[in-house]
């Protein structure tokens, strides 16, 4: 019986690389473990190419080969290919460059294959079965600005397509829920509330504010200050009465978090900070007993290689910090979970925090040395979002601004210009407001995602939501105009895919064709790089592609003697968009 894997096409250029393996072997037999180097490309060459023969040259060079240059070398490499349905032709070009060109009837077979048994045929297949992804991550008790809006949207996508890829994946909201202002904030509760436990989030209020007028009175009261330094010992202790308001606080936090949470369509699974607490002491203790952790200044630290400041595990007061917590974690991840790939998704400032986490990780022989094996750690960094007068996006009053406000607002301005267009008299409530969400919402994810996240982006809700250009708007109204297309033809398309035939006789054809088959190398990029916006690049891409295609008289799709092949082609355009929306976390429309 087939196996999922038999099932999974893979992407074409690992299909290529299995191919040009079994070339380099009889080409170079005593040239063990190359690396096939298969990359596409744009030139009119061909689809794909090999670029191994020049370094394979120069190590082959001077042993007595019987080539005689880098040309020589991809001559062999492309003789020595197994013949394939794949590929049409083979040609060498410049310093041995082997360019391949695809067979359009094996790729027309290939597309069909993927309509009768679904997208998922062409997920990627990487080389873990577990991972960890570390995103959101609010601190309770405090407002979710825009920063940890794009670690959720950015951390919700690479899960997205880790699961796609078949990898099980522990999506973990590591929430700021232990700490020293944990006492200011129980006793705040204390006081206003002396039957504590009747604290609604109607009775708090807002959160923040309540946070800030406790951070004012323990700044301004001596007595107060000191019976909220007791508080976090008698929190830490375990007591009673101190844990079960430290959880009151946390639940009223939590249900913020969970309507930012709810409208984005995200789910996570919480084990805040304070769930590793009990293993910090026995991970410093380990690491202790490998001669890694030393006394600096009355602190407990790790000297990392190549950076002047220590990692602090224990402070000089005997307390625990960010790093003890993380390496608490890390080690829990590992061992526990089990995680073959731990990703960390925070702003750009961590990063070397996190680097020298995973270095003192590399030092107690928690991880390999080699980035390339597995297990391993990886931080994902991301800019700022910049308000369009270039700072830091906040409100008029420098708050910061709430997210779910930020939201609600998209979704109000896209709803508007659905009645400004006259759908008010033509569509249900329910069809306005859903389509409102997934436009608004929609193009506030897409928004981030398209960047590289390691750039600032100036947040703009007028550029989001514009429906021209690279906007989820444009992209969604995109797709809606191609499921128009099949329901004007009138067509059964399950029909059409079990008993049509896709031919892809015109170059506008082909070229569609072939991006809708590059689908499963760009998801692999995008994962292997932690890259989001290699995915939106390649939808955008499609779009156009789409558009050259359909805009082509000599494509015509409706009334044509081709239409079947044409509706094909339309259809497996829409699957593919709507798995890229559905990676990037945005919910298609189906009419505008």
Not at 376 to 387: E, P, Q, R, Y
Request: contains cysteine; charged residues 25%; hydrophobic residues 40%.
């Amino acid at each position: 019986m087939a196996t999922e894997e038999d099932e999974r096409m893979g992407s074409l250029k690992a299909q290529l690389a299995k191919l040009f393996e079994v070339s380099l072997k009889v080409t170079v037999p005593n040239e063990p473990d190359v690396e096939p180097l298969v990359a596409a490309c744009t030139g009119k060459f061909g689809d794909y190419q090999c670029n191994n023969a020049m370094g394979l040259w120069s190590k082959i060079k001077g042993k007595g080969t019987q080539f005689r240059g880098p040309p020589a070398v991809g001559e062999a490499i492309k003789n020595n290919l197994p013949a394939s349905e794949m590929i049409e032709s083979c040609s060498v070009a410049g310093p041995g460059f082997v360019n391949v060109l695809l067979s359009k009837n094996w790729m027309a077979k290939s597309i069909q294959k993927m309509l009768i048994g679904g997208i998922d045929t062409w997920a990627p297949m990487p080389p873990v079965k577990k991972a960890v992804v570390d995103f959101s991550s609010p601190n309770i008790a405090k407002e979710m600005h825009v920063g940890h809006l794009r670690s959720t949207i950015i951390g919700d996508t690479l899960a997205r397509m880790l699961e796609f890829s078949k990898v099980e994946v522990l999506r973990r909201n590591h929430v700021g829920d232990w700490g020293t202002q944990f006492g200011m904030l129980i006793e705040f509760l204390f006081e206003k509330f002396p039957n504590f436990e009747d604290a609604t989030e109607t009775a708090i209020g807002d959160l923040q504010a309540f946070y800030k007028a406790s951070k004012q009175r323990f700044d301004a009261d001596p007595a107060f200050k000191e019976r909220a330094q007791q508080a976090v010992v008698r929190l830490q202790g375990g007591e009673d009465k101190y844990c079960r308001a430290w959880a009151q606080i946390c639940e009223i936090s939590r249900m913020e978090f969970h309507k930012v949470y709810n409208r984005l369509g995200v789910h996570l699974e919480e084990k805040g900070e304070s769930f590793y607490n009990p293993y910090i002491p026995g991970v410093i203790e380990a690491l202790t007993k490998q001669g890694l952790v030393e006394e600096s200044q009355g602190a407990r630290v790790i000297f990392i290689e190549g950076i002047n400041i220590p990692l602090i595990v224990v402070k000089s007061d005997g307390g625990f910090n960010y790093a003890s917590t993380d390496l608490a974690a890390l080690w829990y991840r590992l061992n526990e979970e089990k995680a073959e790939w731990i990703i960390y998704v925070t702003d750009v400032g961590q990063q070397q925090h996190f680097d020298m986490v995973f270095k003192a990780a590399k030092r107690a022989g928690w991880l390999p040395h080699s980035d390339n094996s597995y297990p391993k750690a990886s931080h994902v960094g991301f800019g700022l979002v910049l308000g369009e007068d270039g700072k830091r996006f906040r409100t008029r009053n420098t708050e910061v601004v709430r997210l779910v406000d930020l939201l609600d607002e998209a979704k109000s301005r896209s709803k508007a210009v659905l009645i400004e267009r006259g759908k008010g008299d033509e569509w249900t409530e329910e069809e306005i407001e859903s389509t409102a969400e997934a436009v608004g919402y929609g193009a506030v994810k897409y928004a981030d995602l398209k960047n590289n996240r390691l750039t600032n982006y100036t947040f703009n809700f007028d550029q989001m939501l514009n429906d021209k250009g690279n906007t989820a708007v444009y992209l969604l109204y995109a797709h809606a105009r191609i499921c128009s297309i099949i329901r004007r033809s009138g067509k059964d398309v399950e029909e059409l895919k079990s008993k049509g035939t896709v031919v892809l006789g015109y170059k506008d054809e082909r070229d569609l064709g072939l991006h809708l088959l590059q689908f499963a190398e760009v998801v692999e990029e995008a994962c292997t790089n932690l890259l989001p916006n290699v995915l939106c690049d390649y939808l955008y891409n499609l779009s156009e592609i789409f558009s050259k295609f359909y805009s082509n008289p000599e494509c015509k799709v409706i009334g044509s003697d081709m239409e079947t092949s044409r509706l094909l082609l339309c259809e497996a355009t829409a699957v593919v968009m709507r798995k890229c929306f559905n990676l990037l976390g945005i919910t298609p429309i189906y009419k505008i």
